[in-house]
């Protein structure tokens, strides 16, 4: 089954910066969008941001646009995503997963693929 695998979480301060990446075992991420999504405690998962298999298109929700950055790495087999001036309110679990793609543009709704167990960012003087 296509599984993909969260890393890079941890525990920082307001203002700082996380790096968080997205890894597939057996397979080349290459071909597919790929999105990533959060949870908080009490609240639903929502899309945070997408790249599209090309990486000639990206998406990003309203709340994290201008801080978070989604890039694709061919060599790592890898799809990142750099948060900078991290707030309290992007504290949650994030999870990345293959996302649909219309008109060559990524779509931040889950295509296929099961949900990994994500990695925790905790954003917290």
């Known amino acids: 089954q296509l599984q993909l695998v969260e890393s890079g979480g941890g525990l920082v301060q307001p203002g700082g910066s996380l790096r968080l990446s997205c890894a597939a075992s057996g397979f080349t991420l290459d071909g597919y969008a790929i999105g990533w999504f959060r949870q908080a405690p009490g609240k639903e998962r929502g899309g945070v941001s997408c790249?599209?298999?090309?990486?000639?298109?990206?998406n990003y929700a309203d709340s994290v646009k201008g801080r978070f950055t989604i890039s694709r790495d061919k060599a790592k087999n890898t799809v990142n995503l750099q948060m900078n001036s991290l707030k309290p309110e992007d504290t949650a679990i994030y999870y990345c997963?293959?996302?649909?793609?219309?008109?060559?543009?990524?779509?931040?709704?889950?295509?296929?693929?099961?949900w990994g167990q994500g990695t925790q960012v905790t954003v917290s003087s």
């Open positions: 997963v293959v996302t649909s793609t219309v008109q060559a543009m990524c779509v931040m709704r889950k295509l296929f693929g099961s």
């Open positions: 790249i599209s298999a090309s990486g000639g298109s990206t």
